[in-house]
């Protein structure tokens, strides 16, 4: 059967806009000239006997388990999690824990594009997107909130724009079997530079990382930093978000992808 399949995952690139100041990557580019003084002396001869005076291209990076677009563990969230389903509570998988099976499931878009940016998506907004698709959610099917952050990708604001996930919606999402989210945005919850702004005025602390919380009542993961959601329907693919193996890490990175059986 024939195959297709359509890239949602972002390029990791320096320069731009991808996080905040004091969380984006470095990355240097050394090419086939640069590195080939250091293979000849390993070997005892000169540079001009390799080919053409070239050895390898090679990278070297700076970066966390959060740039680029990757999958959040459990861990990162908060220290335990199930609190809803185990009493007290346990130790929060890390990404070398979490099920193989959760992140590669038939897929589901949300479209909030239409959202302002800084909006806190609620239960109530998931439900009507689901019923304008005609869409019932299966457990562990993995499901995608196109936000208009998407479209700003390496812009300056990037970082401020979009929609973003609250406690209730995404708990509505766990409660259904839903183990796997992901998002456009910079974070799966609203934009940090507009939630500060809510804080301030109303006090109420537990606005902060509210739909990352939710994970400690039910343990799940989510995408972070996908892209070309827009080039997706609202189902009929499969998505695979398959994770670096970082040892006891709370994230890794993922060339997400969405497959379609044509």
């Known amino acids: 059967m024939p195959r297709r399949i359509v890239d949602i995952s972002v390029a990791l690139k320096a320069g731009i806009i991808s996080d905040p100041p004091h969380a984006l990557p470095k990355i240097e580019y050394l090419d086939h000239h640069m590195t080939a003084p250091g293979m000849a002396q390993d070997f005892g001869?000169?540079?001009?006997?390799?080919?053409?005076?070239?050895?390898?291209?090679?990278?070297?990076?700076?970066?966390?388990?959060?740039?680029?677009?990757?999958?959040?563990?459990?861990?990162?969230?908060?220290?335990?999690?199930?609190?809803r389903l185990v009493p007290g509570g346990e130790p929060s998988w890390r990404i070398d824990e979490v099920p193989l099976d959760w992140c590669l499931q038939p897929g589901v878009k949300l479209d909030f594009r239409h959202f302002e940016h800084g909006?806190?998506?609620t239960a109530n907004d998931v439900q009507a997107e689901l019923k304008r698709i005609g869409h019932t959610l299966k457990p562990l099917e993995i499901v995608v909130v196109n936000t208009a952050a998407g479209a700003r990708y390496g812009e300056d604001d990037y970082i401020h724009s979009g929609c973003g996930?609250?406690?209730?919606?995404?708990?509505?999402?766990?409660?259904?079997?839903?183990?796997?989210?992901?998002?456009?945005?910079?974070?799966?919850?609203?934009?940090?530079?507009?939630?500060?702004?809510?804080?301030?005025?109303?006090?109420?602390?537990?606005?902060?990382?509210?739909?990352?919380?939710?994970?400690?009542?039910?343990?799940?993961?989510?995408i972070e930093k996908l892209s070309n959601l827009d080039k997706l329907p609202p189902s009929g693919f499969t998505i695979s978000c398959l994770p670096v193996k970082v040892y006891r890490g709370s994230a890794g990175w993922t060339r997400a992808v969405a497959i379609f059986e044509e």
């Open 119 to 121: 909006y806190v998506a």
């Open 45 to 83: 001869i000169s540079v001009d006997q390799l080919p053409e005076g070239e050895y390898a291209a090679i990278e070297r990076v700076q970066i966390s388990t959060h740039n680029g677009t990757h999958i959040d563990a459990p861990y990162h969230y908060f220290s335990r999690m199930n609190e």
């Open 165 to 222: 996930m609250g406690k209730e919606a995404t708990l509505w999402l766990l409660e259904q079997g839903v183990r796997v989210t992901g998002t456009d945005g910079w974070s799966w919850d609203a934009p940090f530079s507009l939630t500060k702004k809510k804080v301030a005025a109303t006090g109420d602390v537990s606005l902060i990382w509210e739909g990352h919380r939710a994970g400690r009542e039910i343990g799940y993961c989510h």
